[in-house]
């Protein structure tokens, strides 16, 4: 008895997780994915307008943004398949590796003014097959080198990363172009190459996607927040769609990820319009990187929105509110002309933008085993990003035939429409929260 009294007497109680701004791995890899998107969104400017600029074609500028996304899409489910078997940190790398391969071949040929419509399709192709593998492997290595009880504020803080790359990335890219058209590509790959930096430095305790052990054998997480094992052996042996097969047998989360494609397949296509838009009117490239910028000061403040809307609403609720608000802003971006009101509507059209990534965090991510973990977020995200190649491959047709005002007007047409179908869901008005 004395015995057991002193081993209680002298167990030392765990510690509290240090503060996020001291944990130097989750900083290091915040920093390499806010340089990452940045170059990324720099880039992303200047890409469209150079389109248009050897060719005078929206059709074929929106032609660039449908091969990036249904290389991503297709790439989606292999991604998942990957992560979830292999080293995370080596797959974020490849990652990056490619795509500042890629902007930097694409930088180099427009120096010494070789640069084609085939080379720019290609590099349309390499970046957005490489997106979901480095996403997926990034995400999880955050959830790797973060504890449990910090991880929303970490999710919020990646939003803010991303509000902070839409800020940076078009104004540079718009300012870059200007000075010399090559310049926004080179900044993009060196802004990849950082990004590789970063995940070699950061090596996680243990390896990041080890079977978890002790756990449940059903393959369901435990009420304290530990994943269960699948099986004896701790192998999961669902395959490729086992994510796929995860999310679409739940009714509210299939209304969630049905609703979430509508509004990419309208959002996506936004950044497109407006250049287009702009271009028309004859603005200079700063201020169509400027215009563009409004999108990330609105993600900005909508990180601030993430906790109270979360308290105050349930997610279907919540959802269908910010998917509804964004018909009207969608149809709005049509009728205003000039750089400060595009900056204005696309600020309020990315005010919920923040909520609803970590809605889908909570209700999704966080739900399934760590084996399947890298299966099921390239699976949501496989399912959410159909909305962008058809939405982005449409709108450049749409505004070939019908311009600017009539594109958009079309697009909040088809939003309205996603609205209404996930309104008439009985399970997604009554999803709650999950208690753990």
């Given at each position: 008895?004395?015995?057991?009294?002193?081993?209680?007497?002298?167990?030392?109680?765990?510690?509290?997780?240090?503060?996020?701004?001291?944990?130097?791995?989750?900083?290091?890899?915040?920093?390499?994915?806010?340089?990452?998107?940045?170059?990324?969104?720099?880039?992303?400017?200047?890409y469209?307008?150079?389109?248009?600029?050897?060719?005078?074609?929206?059709?074929?500028?929106?032609?660039?943004g449908?091969?990036?996304?249904?290389?991503?899409?297709?790439?989606?489910?292999?991604?998942?398949?990957?992560?979830?078997?292999?080293?995370?940190?080596?797959?974020?790398?490849?990652?990056?590796?490619?795509?500042?391969?890629?902007?930097?071949t694409?930088?180099?040929?427009?120096?010494?003014?070789?640069?084609?419509?085939?080379?720019?399709?290609?590099?349309?192709?390499?970046?957005?097959?490489?997106?979901?593998?480095?996403?997926?492997?990034?995400?999880?290595?955050?959830?790797?080198?973060?504890?449990?009880?910090?991880?929303?504020a970490?999710?919020?803080?990646?939003?803010?990363?991303?509000?902070?790359?839409?800020?940076?990335?078009?104004?540079?890219?718009?300012?870059?172009?200007?000075?010399?058209?090559?310049?926004?590509?080179?900044?993009?790959?060196?802004?990849?190459?950082?990004?590789?930096?970063?995940?070699?430095?950061?090596?996680?305790?243990?390896?990041?996607?080890?079977?978890?052990?002790?756990?449940?054998?059903d393959?369901?997480?435990?009420?304290?927040?530990?994943?269960?094992?699948?099986?004896?052996?701790?192998?999961?042996?669902?395959?490729?769609?086992?994510?796929?097969?995860?999310?679409?047998?739940?009714?509210?989360?299939?209304?969630?990820?049905?609703?979430?494609?509508f509004?990419?397949?309208?959002?996506?296509?936004?950044?497109?319009c407006?250049?287009?838009?702009?271009?028309?009117?004859?603005?200079?490239?700063?201020?169509?990187?400027?215009?563009?910028?409004?999108?990330?000061?609105g993600?900005?403040?909508?990180?601030?929105?993430?906790?109270?809307?979360?308290?105050?609403f349930?997610?279907?609720?919540?959802?269908?509110?910010?998917?509804?608000?964004?018909?009207?802003?969608?149809?709005?971006?049509?009728?205003?002309?000039?750089?400060?009101?595009?900056?204005?509507?696309?600020?309020?059209?990315?005010?919920?933008?923040?909520?609803?990534?970590?809605?889908?965090?909570?209700?999704?991510?966080?739900?399934?085993?760590?084996?399947?973990?890298?299966?099921?977020?390239?699976?949501?995200?496989?399912?959410?990003?159909?909305?962008?190649?058809?939405?982005?491959?449409?709108?450049?047709?749409?505004?070939?035939?019908?311009?600017?005002?009539?594109?958009l007007?079309?697009?909040?047409?088809?939003?309205?429409?996603?609205?209404?179908?996930?309104?008439?869901?009985?399970?997604?008005?009554?999803a709650?929260?999950?208690?753990?």
């Open positions: 008895m004395s015995a057991t009294i002193s081993a209680i007497e002298n167990e030392v109680p765990p510690q509290a997780p240090p503060p996020l701004r001291r944990n130097w791995r989750f900083q290091t890899l915040w920093i390499g994915s806010t340089t990452s998107l940045t170059g990324m969104t720099a880039a992303d400017v200047a469209p307008l150079v389109i248009l600029t050897l060719t005078g074609s929206p059709a074929l500028a929106g032609l660039f449908f091969l990036q996304a249904s290389a991503m899409v297709l790439a989606g489910l292999p991604a998942g398949q990957v992560v979830d078997r292999c080293d995370r940190r080596r797959v974020l790398i490849a990652a990056e590796s490619v795509r500042a391969a890629t902007a930097g694409v930088a180099l040929l427009f120096a010494v003014h070789q640069l084609s419509l085939p080379v720019l399709l290609a590099a349309a192709v390499l970046l957005g097959a490489a997106q979901p593998f480095g996403g997926a492997a990034r995400m999880l290595l955050v959830r790797s080198v973060v504890a449990p009880e910090q991880l929303t970490a999710l919020t803080q990646d939003e803010v990363r991303g509000g902070i790359a839409e800020l940076v990335g078009p104004s540079l890219g718009g300012l870059l172009y200007g000075l010399g058209r090559a310049l926004p590509f080179l900044y993009s790959a060196v802004s990849f190459a950082v990004s590789t930096v970063c995940a070699i430095v950061v090596r996680p305790d243990t390896p990041p996607n080890a079977p978890a052990t002790g756990g449940r054998t393959g369901r997480t435990d009420a304290d927040g530990q994943d269960g094992q699948d099986g004896q052996d701790g192998q999961d042996d669902g395959g490729i769609f086992a994510g796929i097969r995860t999310l679409w047998a739940d009714p509210a989360l299939r209304a969630v990820m049905v609703l979430v494609a509004l990419n397949a309208a959002g996506a296509p936004l950044t497109l407006s250049i287009y838009l702009l271009h028309r009117e004859s603005a200079p490239s700063w201020s169509i990187g400027l215009a563009l910028s409004g999108a990330a000061v993600g900005l403040a909508g990180a601030t929105l993430v906790g109270p809307l979360h308290r105050r349930r997610p279907g609720w919540l959802l269908l509110g910010v998917v509804g608000s964004e018909v009207p802003l969608v149809a709005v971006l049509g009728l205003v002309r000039g750089p400060w009101l595009v900056s204005v509507v696309l600020f309020c059209a990315m005010l919920g933008i923040p909520t609803l990534s970590v809605l889908l965090d909570v209700l999704i991510f966080r739900q399934v085993p760590e084996r399947q973990r890298g299966r099921t977020i390239t699976s949501a995200m496989t399912v959410i990003a159909l909305g962008v190649p058809l939405g982005t491959g449409s709108v450049g047709l749409l505004l070939q035939y019908l311009g600017g005002t009539g594109a007007l079309a697009l909040a047409g088809m939003l309205a429409c996603g609205a209404g179908w996930a309104a008439a869901q009985p399970r997604l008005r009554a709650r929260w999950p208690s753990a």
